[in-house]
């Protein structure tokens, strides 16, 4: 059918509908000693659900950097693809570190138990700043861990959603991930030797370690790793009565699809979706070339691999 040239132009002169840009607010929740402190980005209309992102190991920030190489921002982008779906969330730093550095003066005196306490202040102080019914919480990596002990007690919780998280005790992660890499042959036998001092609550000597383990090992963070060696997330998974989601890349060369198995079947409730291409920094690789892979997490400009978003959005949108 022919449209008339005027009403053509009529309707080329309309402004395109748009959503309105997401809005970002800085927000905080109360620490040991000082605030911890995070970005909620919300949708600027509807919003239908709120999630708290709780960052992996070491120095991650609340956009999934770390000054250790990672700079692949997929906290970030995670909360701007939740915010398009209606979705808001809060991205956080962890106690002692970065924004969050005066809840604690060291940043290593921290325990499993501490991080978990952390979520469920964020989760009530969220709650009164929104109105949010209750607030679900995604744990990355080891956030997956601090999620899993945070859901312990329901409190102000929806439910977890553990993305790349572990799923056996991380003595057994930890060696795999140095076994998978032919170069740490070398220092195999002195990294296992702290691991089984570690997981007996002992600490271990690193006077005459090899210092490319002292990263991993160093006397300041032992504590922190004795109290995370301990804890099985398998076990933890059974006991929750919380709706639960699991996520896992299977091309992560860090988490395994195992683990991810081996929490589903501790909690036949919770909903396991596996993501073909994805790797640990949640963006896709095309094979297993572990350099390619690694490559992915210098890069911001990559998008999140497809599905990851859906499965959450459609897990807590319910």
Not at 71 to 92: D, F, H, N
Not at 136 to 160: F, K, M, N, P, Y
Not at 216 to 242: N, W, Y
Request: glycine share 8%; proline share 8%; aromatic share 4%.
């Amino acid at each position: 059918m022919l449209i008339p040239f005027a009403l053509a132009l009529a309707a080329a002169a309309q402004p395109a509908t748009t959503s309105p840009a997401p809005v970002e607010t800085f927000v905080e929740a109360p620490g040991p000693m000082g605030p911890l402190k995070g970005t909620m980005l919300a949708p600027a209309r509807t919003v239908r659900a709120t999630i708290l992102i709780v960052p992996g190991s070491g120095p991650t920030d609340r956009n999934g950097n770390s000054p250790m190489g990672v700079k692949a921002a997929p906290y970030r982008l995670l909360a701007e693809a939740l915010a398009t779906r209606g979705i808001a969330s809060v991205r956080i730093d962890k106690r002692g570190l970065f924004a969050s550095a005066a809840a604690i003066p060291d940043a290593n005196r921290v325990t499993l138990a501490d991080y978990a306490t952390d979520v469920h202040a964020w989760a009530k102080a969220i709650r009164a700043r929104t109105g949010a019914r209750c607030i679900w919480v995604l744990g990355h990596s080891e956030g997956g861990l601090v999620a899993l002990r945070a859901a312990q007690e329901r409190g102000d919780l929806c439910g977890i959603i553990l993305v790349s998280a572990p799923g056996r005790k991380l003595g057994d992660v930890i060696r795999d991930q140095l076994r998978a890499n032919p170069a740490n042959a070398p220092v195999l036998d002195q990294a296992f030797a702290a691991l089984g001092s570690l997981e007996t609550g002992r600490h271990a000597d690193t006077s005459a370690m090899n210092p490319a383990l002292l990263p991993l090992f160093a006397p300041q963070v032992q504590d922190f790793l004795i109290s995370l060696l301990s804890a099985d997330p398998a076990a933890l998974a059974g006991k929750i009565r919380l709706p639960v989601l699991i996520v896992q890349g299977e091309r992560d060369l860090q988490v395994s699809v195992a683990d991810a198995r081996r929490l589903a079947a501790a909690d036949p409730e919770a909903r396991l979706v596996l993501i073909p291409d994805a790797n640990h920094v949640l963006k896709s690789v095309a094979s297993n070339e572990r350099a390619a892979n690694f490559a992915t997490y210098a890069d911001p400009a990559l998008p999140l691999a497809p599905g990851i978003v859906d499965a959450i959005a459609g897990f807590v949108g319910r």
